[in-house]
């Protein structure tokens, strides 16, 4: 067993952990160029990297694909636990965020690569020229082991989120893994919503399968019915594992806030 396989170890993660959300080495942009996400960078990159291990099986040798990459958030900390034979391709939609991933990452981990795609979007590209649902992401199929998608399910529409299911399930090859989180509409998250402790104005009486926190801007935060979500996963050919954890954006008491899935290639 090699260090980075002990530290794949649920026993040794932690303390990895708790060293990349507190190393100011490590990069990070500067709070004028963060578009996306509140919290703490490193904190939250770190407690990710946790997930993709205990929850979705990451090893570091393992080809990983972020899809709405954003500014780095999961890569900065992926730079620390995939070994020389791993690799990551972060695609996103803002170039600026590309751009910094491009300048602060890949010259010293030249197998951490970023891809813009200039895909419309009415919040993160407004001027974007092409729909999401034209884009063939720029890899071959089963190129990947590990694909993410966090906080991206949770801006877009059903066709965008069925088409990314798709390229999912094209990308990974036999024994991959999909982590995505969302907003999945079920009775708990609505009697939670009902109740009033929930975090976005989701209207938990509306009858679904999508709601808007805010219909005045639709795509900032957008909730789907569970079943349906899940359905379209499966309809791609990805299936969801069972143990999905709910966050506490319903107001439901659990640690994390959006809801973690981990998909399989059947
Ligand atoms: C809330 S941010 C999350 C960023 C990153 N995953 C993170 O957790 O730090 C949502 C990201 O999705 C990206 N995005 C939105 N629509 C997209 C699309 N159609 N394809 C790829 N990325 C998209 C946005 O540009 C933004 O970077």
């Known amino acids: 067993m090699n260090v980075l396989s002990a530290i794949?170890?649920?026993e040794t993660l932690a303390p990895l952990l708790h060293v990349l959300s507190r190393n100011r080495f490590l990069p990070a942009p500067p709070p004028s160029l963060i578009f996306c996400g509140d919290g703490d960078f490193r904190a939250i990159g770190a407690e990710f990297l946790g997930h993709f291990v205990a929850r979705g099986g990451l090893a570091p040798h393992e080809r990983v694909l972020d899809i709405g990459c954003g500014i780095g958030r999961m890569a900065v900390p992926l730079t620390q636990y995939l070994d020389e034979s791993?690799?990551?391709d972060g695609v996103d939609i803002v170039a600026d965020g590309i751009g910094w991933c491009r300048e602060a990452i890949t010259p010293v981990y030249p197998n951490f690569a970023f891809h813009h795609l200039d895909l419309a979007h009415p919040l993160y590209n407004p001027e974007g020229s092409l729909p999401t649902?034209?884009?063939r992401l720029p890899f071959a199929d089963e190129s990947f082991d590990f694909i993410c998608m966090i906080s991206l399910l949770t801006h877009?529409?059903?066709?965008?989120?069925?088409h990314y299911a798709r390229e999912a399930a094209r990308l990974l090859a036999p024994g991959g893994r999909c982590f995505a989180t969302a907003f999945l509409m079920?009775?708990?998250a609505r009697a939670a919503l009902e109740a009033?402790?929930?975090a976005l104005a989701f209207d938990p009486s509306a009858p679904g399968p999508v709601w808007y926190a805010d219909p005045a801007a639709p795509s900032a935060a957008v909730a789907f019915d569970e079943d349906t979500l899940l359905d379209l996963f499966l309809r791609a050919g990805l299936r969801r594992r069972?143990?999905?954890e709910y966050g506490h954006w319903s107001g439901r008491p659990t640690p994390v806030f959006q809801d973690l899935c981990v998909f399989e290639r059947g």
């Not at 877009?156 to 069925?162: A, H, I, K, T």
């Open 86 to 88: 791993g690799s990551y």
């Open 156 to 162: 877009l529409d059903m066709m965008e989120v069925g």
């Open 8 to 10: 794949a170890a649920p």
């Open 186 to 188: 079920n009775p708990p």
């Open 133 to 135: 649902t034209s884009a």
């Open 242 to 244: 069972p143990g999905a």
């Open 196 to 198: 009033g402790g929930g």
